[in-house]
């Protein structure tokens, strides 16, 4: 039933709110945020296994957010177009408080607010930690898996987002959505333990600054494609020969969405693997500050035991890079 309904609401939000660009869509969301749970320390596993449908499944509800209510404030928390500061990333302010101080609201509205929010939704998971507030953790490891998530998408890192500007329209959702449904069943989804962050300001800037040196590279890889790709096959064709049209824009054929991949170099599968990373990184530097809680004793024992059988399953797949369990709507 639940799973029936988000099938629901992700596919009417997606039909009304075609225009607006998504971080990775509901299928990498969703990989990611389960796939994170699997890295962390046992202390921290049990736990978050107990709740993995509802993390899982809560990966792609600030998307849903963004297109169904009318929140002024929360486009801007999923990207940041680093151009229209006028200043290289470096130079950017690094934290909330010196964000808010430099520019007024009206202009970290409509040029993006990412990497502060991360910021924000640390606090608030690291104080949820320190005060043992078992719905507030569960929410916010959720919440955080998204936004992290989409510092992962090199597209969200710039003003050029959908390759408007280069003559690319579509680029956008072609890489974050389509390459991952369409191949990201043979990606290694296996990251190795969490470890602890010294400083997560600094670590949150080296995530946007990666993100951000990958634009020219996917941009220019899809250019050199198209130029020497055969105008005739470049789009899915119907019965009559003419373009399949989806959101008004021809679609791209499977051959050329498999040369792109292909030229990408594992770009995709690495930031999906690298947000999966990251997120458990921050998930356990949260804990190891809020005083690293007892989580497992917020728990009913029976709920572990009934987890039991399965959780075995899903981690020993999980050392070999597979995640179970999984089924989204593209699946
Ligand atoms: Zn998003």
Request: hydrophobic content about 35%; proline content about 4%; overall charge neutral.
């Amino acid at each position: 039933m639940k799973s029936k309904l988000s099938v629901v609401c992700i596919v009417v939000t997606l039909t009304l709110y075609s225009n607006i660009l998504f971080g990775w869509g509901a299928w990498g969301h969703k990989h990611i945020n389960r796939s994170a749970v699997f890295a962390l320390p046992v202390e921290m596993r049990i736990f978050y296994y107990n709740h993995i449908d509802f993390i899982t499944e809560g990966s792609f509800v600030p998307d849903m957010r963004r297109a169904l209510l009318n929140d002024k404030a929360e486009p801007a928390r999923h990207f940041i177009d680093i151009e229209d500061f006028g200043v290289q990333a470096d130079s950017l302010p690094r934290t909330v408080k010196d964000a808010n101080a430099k520019y007024d609201s009206v202009f970290l509205q409509k040029s993006g607010y990412l990497p502060w929010y991360i910021q924000t939704l640390m606090d608030r998971l690291t104080l949820a930690f320190t005060r043992k507030n078992r719905s507030e953790i569960i929410f916010l490891s959720a919440e955080l898996g998204h936004y992290l998530g989409d510092a992962h998408v090199p597209l969200h890192t710039s003003s050029n987002y959908d390759g408007q500007l280069t003559n690319q329209k579509g680029i956008h959702s072609f890489w974050e959505s389509r390459l991952p449904e369409t191949f990201g069943g043979t990606y290694n989804f296996y990251t190795g333990d969490a470890k602890y962050i010294d400083d997560l300001v600094s670590e949150t800037w080296r995530i946007i600054k990666h993100s951000d040196v990958l634009v020219d590279t996917l941009l220019i890889a899809e250019r050199q494609l198209r130029a020497s790709y055969p105008k005739d096959s470049l789009y899915k064709t119907d019965e009559t020969g003419k373009p399949v049209m989806r959101f008004n824009q021809p679609v791209l054929s499977d051959k050329y969405a498999a040369k792109y991949h292909a030229a990408l170099k594992g770009m995709v599968e690495n930031q999906m693997r690298l947000s999966a990373a990251d997120l458990s990184n921050f998930w356990y530097t949260a804990w190891v500050n809020g005083g690293k809680p007892d989580l497992n004793g917020m728990d009913d024992p029976g709920l572990i035991n009934q987890n039991k059988k399965n959780y075995r399953r899903e981690m020993k797949a999980w050392h070999k890079g597979r995640l179970l369990n999984l089924k989204t709507e593209q699946e």
